[in-house]
Structure formats: structure tokens, C-alpha cells
């Protein structure tokens, strides 16, 4: 969709056309899902996030005047959506945390289906890509927020300063901090990171 | 270079974000050093894994959810609408009133002269009151038209500005506060005098009003007079000794009482 039709569609959209609107939704919707999913890392919320985003999408439609581009108007109100739904259930957590005096928080995240037991029968790169998710949803949720939008989802680090709303020094400086933690979560020595890193050696045999 | 400095510069290095300068020291460190050069390995094989994240079902009832979400927002919003379009028309009555108050107001307050004058109106009577001079067929009716007319702009305005009584009142006040200067002038030339006024007037493009009519002037008013000197340098020629006085200095129209 190149810009003049897309303002087009906003305009008409602002005007309520459904038609441009479900128009603007369809092109952005997987975007938007793919944010929630690897930021809430579970499927259903990140189907009921992704229904809220875009609800205020058509809300805030009015309030969209083309100072930035629609795509990082749109993902910023995804970041946003994101960043508010984990603040929630965090408190959630931290109220039951308390109330089963489990201390270690980190249990909660670990808390997965243990079927890495069996990694021999999954497909390599599907084990990987578990391993990564459970890595990233360790990461604290600036880090996650970063590595999301630029190497899962690709942007620019310009975009990324303008989704965030950040100067593009914290975006480099950020980037950097994140990738280097998340490297650090995949090299220690223990289920289901150990064999992370070597994995890749065995890969790299066979090839 | 050391290698914590060539580790926090890494992420930078696959992004293309560093100088020409620190590229090339970063490469020279990693050819010496093997641990770098292991940390590069898994940064990019890392991001490598990341990337295939991107490739995300999304659940097929989804758009489906959304657009259903959407249609349900459409009709909570109707249900609101006819409040809003309710407030509206009261506001639009409510202005429509104010505006007929206003108008006959000006119709029974026409041909008094009183200072400070209401610009548009006494304007726009001026002119039809010398109409009303040379032919006799022209009735009450188009005076208060004409009126009318010079009302509509100020009517539109107000409407557009979602039609509040308030902004009625303002745009009345403001028409109504225009400063007007004031000249008495005392001459022994007053045909003279009368005529220069009225030169000047026609030249300037200023249309004055004559009072209490053309033919037999006591007063004349210019509006947005724009060099009074001029005008009075030219009085000052025909009679150098005239006496004038002034009242309210510096207003954008000019009242004229002749003596």
C-alpha cells in the first residue's frame, strides 16, 4: 500500500468507512498479533491484546494526523496495549507470589511444559525457536519490547524511536544491552539453554 | 582495542551502525582474538533463530473478532448520536433566537446616530436611507433587508462556531466597539469645507455618511479612514485659521460635526 492511497484510506476511515477501515486493519492485523504474541508469549493473549489495539486504533482514528507514519502510529499503540496489559497481570502475580510465598520469579516464567525431554523427536529449528521464546520472555520488558521490533519484526531504528517515542541513541544503546542479555540467558549452563549455542556447532559439523 | 570494548560494539557491528573507523578496529581485534570472534558467531547465529519468530499463525477467527468488536463500537456510537444531534438543534434554535432579537433591535434603533455606531448597521443604512431619498418606492422592508444582509456574514460565523449565544453576543460587541474619532470643526466655509470632505471621501473610496442627509450636512462619518492628516491639510487650505477640536484620538473611523 503505497502512502497516498493509504492516507486516502485513513481519511475515508476517519469519516467511519468500515470498508477502509477493515482495509487498514487486515494490512497491519498480523503485525499487531506477532508484537502481542511474543510479548505476552501466550496465544490468547495476544488474540483479546490484539482485538484491543485495534479497537483503539478506530477510537483514536481521529486523533491520527499523519505527523508519523500509520504503521509506527499503529505499533505504538501495540507497544503501548503490550506494556500495559504485562504491567497488569505483573501485579497479579506479585499478589500471588506473596500470598504462596513462592520467592524465585523466575519459576513462573520457567513454568513450560517440560517436553524438552524428548528434543530428539521435535524438528531442530522448532526446538530452537522454543528455547529462543522461553529466552526472550525472560528478558526484562524493554529488552523484550527492542528485540521484538528489530529482529523479529524488522524495523528501522528509526522506527523503533519513533514507536517508542525514544532518542535514537537509547534505540542503539538499548538494542546493544538487549541482544547482549539475551545472549547471556542462552549461554548458561542449564535445561533448556545448555545446548543452545552448541546445537549450532553440531549444525555447523553436518554442514 | 580491548575486548569488552570490541563485545559492546558487536551489535552494532551486524546492524552497519558503527563508524568506518570503528568498523575497522573491531575487525582488526576479531582476527586476533578468538573468544570476539566466538561471541560474533553466536550473536548472529542467535539473531538468525530470532528472525524465523517472526513467522507467526495468526488464529483465522481473528480479523473476524476485530471487525465484530469494530461493528459493536459503530452502534454503541449511534446510540449516542441522537443526544449529540438533540444538543445541536437546541443550539442552533437558541442562535436563530438570539439573531431575531438582535434584528429587531436594529430596526427599532435605526436612523438614532447614537456614538459609539455599530458599524455594519449604520453602514448599510446610510445607503439605504439615500436610496429611500431619491426614490420614494423604497419601503421600510429593504431597509431592514439590507440589514439583514449585513447581518448573514456575522449569522454564518456564529453558526459555525457550533452557534453558542456567547459568540453571537461577541461578534455584536466587537462590531459595535470600533473606535470613533471625533472633529467638531467651526468654519466660516462650510459649503467649502463639506465639499473637500466629500472629495476626499469619494477619492479614498471611503463611501461617507452624510447627517442628517446629503443635502443639508451637519455631520459626516468616514469609516477606516486611513491618513487623517492628509485630510486635514487639504481643510487647512481652504481655511487656514479653522478651529477644530478633537475627541477620542487615534480611532479607525472618523465623525466630522460641522458649524
Redesign the interface.
Known amino acids: 500500500m503505497d502512502d497516498a492511497a493509504e492516507i486516502q484510506l485513513v481519511n475515508r476511515a476517519k469519516l467511519?468507512d468500515?470498508n477502509a477501515?477493515?482495509t487498514i486493519?487486515?494490512a497491519h492485523?498480523?503485525g499487531i498479533?506477532?508484537i502481542c504474541?511474543?510479548m505476552l508469549s501466550q496465544?490468547q493473549e495476544a488474540?483479546d491484546a490484539?482485538?484491543e489495539v485495534?479497537?483503539k486504533i478506530?477510537?483514536q482514528l481521529h486523533n491520527f494526523k499523519g505527523e508519523s507514519k500509520l504503521k509506527t502510529w499503529i505499533y505504538r499503540i501495540t507497544t503501548n496495549q503490550c506494556l500495559d496489559k504485562l504491567r497488569k497481570t505483573k501485579n497479579k502475580r506479585e499478589i500471588s507470589l506473596f500470598q504462596t510465598r513462592v520467592e524465585d520469579d523466575s519459576e513462573w516464567v520457567m513454568d513450560k511444559p517440560s517436553e524438552k525431554e524428548n528434543t530428539e523427536e521435535i524438528v531442530e529449528?522448532k526446538e530452537?525457536?522454543e528455547v529462543?521464546?522461553q529466552a526472550?520472555a525472560e528478558l526484562k520488558e524493554a529488552y523484550r519490547m527492542i528485540?521484538i521490533l528489530r529482529?523479529?519484526?524488522?524495523y528501522s531504528?528509526d522506527e523503533i524511536a519513533e514507536i517508542l517515542n525514544i532518542s535514537l541513541g537509547t534505540v542503539?544503546s538499548r538494542?546493544?544491552r538487549a541482544?547482549?542479555a539475551?545472549?547471556k540467558i542462552?549461554?548458561q549452563n542449564k535445561e533448556p539453554y545448555k545446548s543452545f549455542?552448541v546445537k549450532?556447532g553440531n549444525k555447523e559439523g553436518k554442514l | 582495542m580491548k575486548c569488552y570494548e570490541c563485545t559492546s560494539k558487536l551489535s552494532d557491528y551486524i546492524d552497519n551502525k558503527l563508524t568506518e573507523q570503528e568498523q575497522n578496529d573491531v575487525e582488526r581485534h576479531l582476527k586476533d582474538c578468538p573468544s570476539c570472534s566466538e561471541a560474533l558467531v553466536h550473536l548472529q547465529y542467535m539473531l538468525e533463530n530470532i528472525s524465523a519468530l517472526k513467522e507467526v499463525d495468526m488464529p483465522a477467527s481473528l480479523h473476524k473478532d476485530i471487525m465484530a468488536k469494530i461493528y459493536k463500537e459503530i452502534k454503541q456510537e449511534k446510540k449516542v448520536i441522537p443526544f449529540k444531534t438533540w444538543m445541536k438543534s437546541i443550539a442552533s434554535i437558541a442562535a436563530a433566537m438570539l439573531i431575531v432579537v438582535v434584528l429587531i433591535d436594529a430596526s427599532h434603533n435605526g436612523g438614532k446616530g447614537s456614538a459609539p455606531l455599530d458599524r455594519s448597521k449604520a453602514d448599510m443604512k446610510g445607503v439605504a436611507r439615500s436610496e429611500v431619498m431619491e426614490s420614494a418606492i423604497l419601503s421600510d422592508d429593504i431597509e431592514a433587508n439590507k440589514v439583514q444582509e449585513a447581518e448573514a456574514p456575522m449569522l454564518k460565523r456564529a453558526a459555525e462556531d457550533s452557534a453558542t449565544s456567547e459568540s453571537v453576543k461577541d461578534s455584536k460587541v466587537q462590531a459595535s466597539e470600533e473606535p470613533l474619532e471625533e472633529w467638531e470643526i467651526t468654519t466660516s466655509e462650510k459649503e467649502k469645507i463639506i465639499a473637500a470632505i466629500k472629495d476626499y471621501g469619494d477619492k479614498n473610496n471611503l463611501q461617507p455618511e452624510y447627517l442628517p442627509n446629503e443635502k443639508d450636512v451637519s455631520s459626516i462619518i468616514l469609516y477606516k479612514i486611513q491618513n487623517k492628516d492628509e485630510l486635514l491639510e487639504g481643510l487647512y487650505k481652504i481655511e487656514p485659521k479653522l478651529q477644530i477640536t478633537k475627541k477620542e484620538e487615534g480611532g479607525e473611523n472618523l465623525k466630522i460635526i460641522i458649524k
Open positions: 467511519g468500515i477501515f477493515e486493519i487486515s492485523e498480523k498479533y506477532t504474541l511474543r496465544e488474540y490484539t482485538q485495534c479497537i478506530w477510537r529449528h530452537l525457536q529462543l521464546k526472550i528485540i529482529d523479529i519484526n524488522d531504528y542503539k538494542i546493544s541482544r547482549g539475551l545472549k542462552l549461554e549455542f549450532k
